[in-house]
């Protein structure tokens, strides 16, 4: 790390470091199991974002005690498991674990006499926590009962049973989240992480059946090029699309957290549509609504924002937890003089679809959702170059 005169560095915490208490400070690499790794800080960081230790709008400046938000986006074979001579002699147990190295991970952090630091969360104490691709999930927002996730979701609850201390709804999926890559903070508190390249999470193919009977599906894994290949026998079941072939329409979300409190439930928003995710800055509106601006980071996407219908109230937390699940999501449109944002809804889309003399149709603003970088192709949005960041 090469740094300016009068500047230094100090780790705060590395991949596979304990977050909770009475555990060995450093993860055995080759043993490493799923169980063990759902308690360690994640793999190959993303967005970062710090919260003070109490909530308070505006938040306080100055801070000795923070929680921090890591996004750990992907993982590597060479670094995770040493000793192994080539990825062919991976075994399913170790790719479990591989898996749950990424997602979301949660972690007090405090400043002390020798700089910032770490604190291990007790069963009963901190809100340390790891959000992993196998980790409960609830599905809000317009496309929460679109039949491709109710699919996927009767899958992988059927694949990944809820352990006997699962505290999450009834109606939870236990999906979890993956590939997350930007994000943002809200005014209210929450994390919200953008799901990316999920495509490489899955293995299989997807049948010609299933694709002759939703045409549809067949069209979403072309323009989200799932399945990317890799060894279905080491892969848990539901991420094979042969046996789960909407599994991958439980991707692609933003992710609403709370890091204030350890046991609450993690939210898939649908209202603010599927894609490669890539930030989700929030941003309040003159009369008060939350505005939430997005990139789709794949060539020739689109930039989108979502504007909820609902308006922040600074002086109660509560009721602004659910504020984007109802709102308008957008698409940009960008033209020399500037450029406009257009409604994406399945009616202009349907219109959109006949004008263009395309058979694609859309059954109803859930469905557009799902199906949001289809819509916006339609709408006449801009292709961009990769859209990241949209600070």
Request: glycine share 8%.
């Amino acid at each position: 790390v090469t740094l300016p005169p009068g500047y230094s560095w100090r780790k705060l915490i590395s991949w596979g470091e304990a977050l909770f208490e009475g555990m060995p400070e450093a993860a055995d690499l080759d043993t490493l199991t799923r169980a063990e790794q759902e308690r360690r800080f994640g793999q190959h960081n993303d967005m970062l974002a710090l919260f003070a230790s109490e909530y308070a709008f505006p938040p306080p400046k100055n801070q000795d005690r923070m929680i921090l938000c890591v996004n750990n986006e992907y993982s590597s074979i060479e670094l995770s498991y040493p000793s192994l001579t080539s990825a062919s002699a991976l075994t399913a147990a170790q790719m479990e674990a591989l898996i749950a190295s990424v997602g979301v991970t949660v972690v007090d952090v405090e400043r002390a006499d020798s700089g910032w630091r770490t604190v291990k969360s007790t069963p009963v104490s901190g809100r340390n926590r790891r959000i992993t691709p196998f980790t409960p999930v609830v599905f809000s927002g317009p496309a929460a009962n679109h039949p491709w996730i109710r699919a996927g979701a009767e899958f992988v609850n059927a694949a990944e049973p809820a352990p006997h201390h699962d505290t999450a709804p009834a109606h939870a999926v236990r999906c979890g989240t993956m590939a997350n890559c930007a994000g943002g903070l809200t005014p209210w508190g929450t994390y919200l992480t953008s799901e990316e390249n999920f495509d490489f999470g899955f293995v299989g193919s997807i049948s010609a059946q299933s694709q002759m009977d939703d045409p549809a599906l067949a069209l979403d894994s072309s323009s989200f090029s799932y399945p990317r290949g890799g060894n279905p026998a080491l892969m848990p079941r539901q991420f094979n699309v042969s046996q789960n072939p909407h599994g991958p329409a439980l991707y692609g979300w933003v992710v609403e957290i709370d890091p204030y409190d350890r046991a609450s439930t993690p939210k898939k928003r649908t209202a603010l549509g599927r894609k490669k995710g890539e930030c989700a800055t929030t941003a309040l509106t003159h009369d008060g609504r939350v505005a939430v601006y997005m990139g789709d980071d794949e060539r020739n996407e689109y930039v989108y924002k979502f504007v909820s219908r609902g308006r922040f109230d600074p002086a109660n937390r509560t009721t602004n937890m659910d504020l984007l699940d109802d709102g308008q999501l957008y698409v940009a449109q960008f033209e020399e003089d500037g450029g406009r944002w257009i409604p994406i809804t399945a009616e202009a889309a349907n219109a959109a679809a006949v004008a263009a003399e395309s058979p694609i149709r859309f059954q109803d603003d859930g469905d557009v959702v799902v199906r949001a970088r289809i819509a916006a192709q339609l709408l006449g949005a801009t292709p961009m170059d990769r859209p990241e960041d949209v600070e």
